[in-house]
């Protein structure tokens, strides 16, 4: 069966680090681009970063620019999301998404495999 599963979400202080982890399971990220997003308590889940196939180019949401680096190591056939600087309105639960195209996209309909979210709490 085909899976993408998310790791690394926990609880943090403003301003501290996560990094989450996606990994591919029953196939091969190569011939895919990955997406992360985001669901806050009480709204509507959003894209908020993106890599393309050959890891060449990304997309970033306004809202964690300079913030999140996104990357994928197909060797170990998983993608990465390190962020920094959190903020109490990062907190919310994130979600890994697969698609068989060379770019990516942060908008939810092209996607084709999804994970089951990893929870993020940012909080004093």
């Known amino acids: 069966q085909f899976a993408v599963v998310e790791s690394g979400g926990g609880s943090v202080e403003p301003g501290g680090s996560l990094r989450l982890s996606c990994a591919a399971s029953?196939?091969?990220?190569?011939?895919?681009?990955l997406g992360w997003f985001r669901q806050a308590p009480g709204k509507e889940r959003e894209g908020i970063s993106c890599i393309s196939i050959s890891g060449m180019s990304t997309r970033y949401a306004d809202s964690v620019k300079g913030r999140f680096t996104i990357s994928r190591d197909n060797a170990k056939n998983t993608v990465y999301l390190q962020m920094s600087s959190l903020r109490p309105e990062d907190t919310g639960v994130y979600y890994c998404?697969?698609?068989?195209?060379?770019?990516?996209?942060?908008?939810?309909?092209?996607?084709?495999?999804w994970g089951q979210g990893t929870p993020v709490t940012v909080s004093s």
């Open positions: 029953g196939f091969t990220l190569d011939d895919y681009s």
């Open positions: 998404a697969a698609r068989p195209t060379l770019l990516c996209s942060l908008s939810e309909d092209p996607y084709t495999y």
